[in-house]
C-alpha cells in the first residue's frame, strides 16, 4: 500500500535532548513538509523540501533542524533550542513542491511529549 | 496575504442532522487552491476535496457537498443526515499559486454528532 509513514507514534523527552522524527513515504512524491500541531489549534509548518538535498524554513523552524538525503525520507530533529516542543507534529508530501498547490497527503503523527 | 478563518469553532450535533461547516478566505491571488481535511480522533489529517479558484461549480460525493463562492470568499462544507463518524476536527486550507509558496490552514472546526 503506498502512503506516508511516521514513527515512533508517540515520543518521551527529558529537557535538553534532541529527538529525531522518522517520516517516509512511497508514493514517489517530490515534496514533503513537517508541521506542528497544538492542541485546539491549527497546523503551522516548520520545514518543507520540494526536491532532494533541498529543503526550506518555513514559519517557525527555530529549535528543529531537517535533511532530505532520499526522496523517499524527511526526518524531523527537535533540538534542545526548542523552548516548547510538547506538540502534535504531522508530516505530509504532494507530488510537486514547486508551485506549492498540489494536493498533500498526510501521515498518521508523532506526539511528543517533553518530560 | 493569504488567510483562513473558520469562524466556527466547535459544532455538535444529533445524528441525522445536516450541518454546515464556514470557511472564509483572504488572497490576491487570482489563481488558488482550496482544501477541505478531516481529522479524526486519531490525528491523521484526511484529504476531502481540492477546488481550483477557476471552477464554482458546487460539488457532492455522497453525503458531503461544497458550496464555493467567489463573491462572498467562501468554501463551505455541508455533511447531510450527519453520522457519528463524522465526529472530528474540519479544517479549511488555501494554496496560492503565484504568491504564496504553501498551505495555509485555518483553525479548525471541531464538529461533535450525538448518538
Known amino acids: 500500500d503506498g502512503g506516508i509513514t511516521q514513527s515512533p507514534k508517540y515520543l518521551f523527552r527529558k529537557e535538553g535532548q534532541n529527538v529525531t522524527l522518522s517520516c517516509e513515504q512511497n508514493l514517489n512524491h517530490d515534496a514533503m513538509y513537517w508541521y506542528r500541531q497544538d492542541p485546539g489549534q491549527g497546523l503551522r509548518l516548520i520545514y518543507y523540501s520540494q526536491i532532494v538535498n533541498d529543503f526550506q524554513k518555513g514559519d517557525i523552524a527555530e529549535g528543529y533542524s531537517v535533511s532530505r538525503e532520499k526522496k523517499e525520507s524527511f526526518p524531523l530533529t527537535v533540538t534542545s533550542a526548542q523552548k516548547n516542543p510538547t506538540a502534535f507534529y504531522l508530516c505530509?508530501?504532494?507530488?510537486?513542491?514547486?508551485?506549492?498547490?498540489?494536493?498533500?497527503?498526510f501521515g498518521p503523527g508523532t506526539r511528543l511529549t517533553v518530560l | 496575504a493569504q488567510k483562513v478563518t473558520q469562524a466556527q469553532t466547535e459544532i455538535s450535533v444529533v445524528e441525522k442532522e445536516d450541518v454546515t461547516l464556514d470557511c472564509v478566505y483572504e488572497?490576491?491571488?487570482?489563481?488558488?487552491?482550496l482544501f477541505w481535511y478531516k481529522q479524526p480522533p486519531s490525528g491523521e489529517l484526511v484529504f476531502l476535496i481540492r477546488?481550483?479558484?477557476?471552477?464554482?461549480q458546487n460539488e457532492i460525493s455522497g453525503r458531503y457537498s461544497w458550496n464555493f463562492q467567489k463573491s462572498t470568499s467562501s468554501f463551505n462544507f455541508t455533511i447531510t443526515a450527519s453520522q457519528v463518524v463524522d465526529s472530528a476536527v474540519y479544517f479549511c486550507?488555501?494554496?496560492?499559486?503565484?504568491?504564496?509558496?504553501?498551505?495555509?490552514f485555518g483553525p479548525g472546526t471541531r464538529l461533535s454528532v450525538l448518538p
Open positions: 488572497t490576491r491571488d487570482t489563481t488558488y487552491y
Open positions: 477546488r481550483n479558484s477557476f471552477d464554482e
Open positions: 486550507a488555501l494554496s496560492e499559486a503565484n504568491y504564496g509558496q504553501n498551505f495555509v
Open positions: 505530509a508530501s504532494s507530488i510537486q513542491g514547486a508551485r506549492g498547490t498540489d494536493t498533500q497527503y
